[in-house]
């Protein structure tokens, strides 16, 4: 690969998230890039070795700016709950450091989904996310591997209806539907892949990065229902459906109740909500039906699903 051709200064906003430190570990293990993780001067975060630390007031312009500069891209992988204002003030904050590429805090869905992201409740987020970079004039790629699976099991009832501690199953309906869901470390191994490719198209031909760019990079561990999730769970338990109590309700009625819940104040009806909407009947859980998935153009290993789901297990026991 041409050196002048490569992604070789990375910058990763929340790089000891949940997902912002398997980011950093992939990629460093490609030894292709300088990491350099970009955090707030008060914060006491500690890093794994090989990563740099830049430290910078997140509400000032010619400090982010200072951090960000020489950097090829910048990966922002902050909580969702960081508010639009901020994710914006670093994208304007990156290009004006000369940034070209940028990664936006959207995870999981498909951001080109006008009919999930209508009503989906993180739907607004992902287009105004989205929408910053566009307007920015920088390149985005969304990072689209749906939600985190073992972390999403362990969420219990709020997530996947799940309750492994109590033994407990809500099935959104009849529990068949079937989503795409990624472990971390899959995402992990999703991005170090991406950016270990050239930017532009070689002699060769093979994929490069501009073959993602203002597009969602599609990938996924499994294509599971809850009814799925369950007799996995069951393989490692060792029980039955006789040993769990099981429900079933209406998805259109669990997302309407989670709404109300959160105008109650309790933010876990926005969980619900947002859960139970990507298990309507194709209503864009299952994005690699419309979409395929890149999983093989990037390498990625193939995962097992029971393996996976004996984290969460071993984790409740």
């Known amino acids: 690969m041409n050196m002048a051709n490569s992604i070789k200064n990375v910058a990763i906003l929340g790089a000891t998230g949940h997902v912002g430190i398997h980011f950093v570990n992939e990629l460093l ?41 020489g950097h090829d891209i910048v990966v922002i992988t902050l909580p969702s709950t960081t508010g639009p204002e901020l994710h914006e003030f670093i994208v304007k904050s990156a290009v004006k450091a000369g940034i070209s ?3 936006p805090n959207v995870y999981g869905s498909d951001p080109n989904n006008d009919s999930l992201n209508e009503d989906w409740a993180f ?13 920015s004039g920088a390149n985005w790629i969304v990072m689209t591997g749906g939600y985190w699976y073992t972390w999403s099991l362990l969420a219990g009832e709020l997530a996947y209806g799940i309750d492994i501690k109590n033994k407990k199953a ?33 002699a060769d031909g ?7 760019k203002n597009k969602p990079l599609f990938f996924s561990s499994f ?32 997302v309407a109740e989670g709404w109300e819940t959160l105008k109650q104040g309790d933010r876990r009806g926005f969980v619900r909500a947002m859960y139970t909407r990507t298990f309507y009947p194709n209503g864009g859980g299952d994005y690699q ?22 984290e969460a297990v071993d984790a409740v026991a």
Do not use: C
């Open 123 to 135: 739907g607004p987020t992902t287009r105004a996310n989205v929408k910053h970079v566009v307007d």
């Open 206 to 212: 093979k994929s490069a990065l501009e073959d993602w």
């Open 29 to 69: 293990k490609t030894g292709k890039h300088t990491v350099t993780a970009i955090t707030r001067h008060e914060s006491t975060a500690t890093f794994p070795e090989g990563v740099k630390v830049a430290r910078a007031d997140y509400s000032s312009e010619d400090s982010l700016v200072s951090v960000l500069k």
């Open 170 to 202: 809500v099935f959104f309906d009849d529990g068949t539907v079937k989503l795409n869901t990624s472990t971390f470390s899959l995402y992990g191994k999703a991005l170090a892949a991406l950016l270990s490719l050239p930017v532009t198209k070689e």
């Open 223 to 254: 294509l599971v229902s809850q009814r799925d999730m369950l007799d996995s769970v069951h393989r490692f338990m060792g029980t039955t459906d006789n040993d769990w109590t099981i429900e079933h309700v209406d998805s259109k009625k669990r």
């Open 289 to 310: 039906s419309a979409n395929g998935l890149q999983n093989d153009i990037l390498g990625l290993p193939e995962e097992d699903l029971d393996t996976a789901t004996k």
């Open 101 to 103: 590429w940028i990664v």
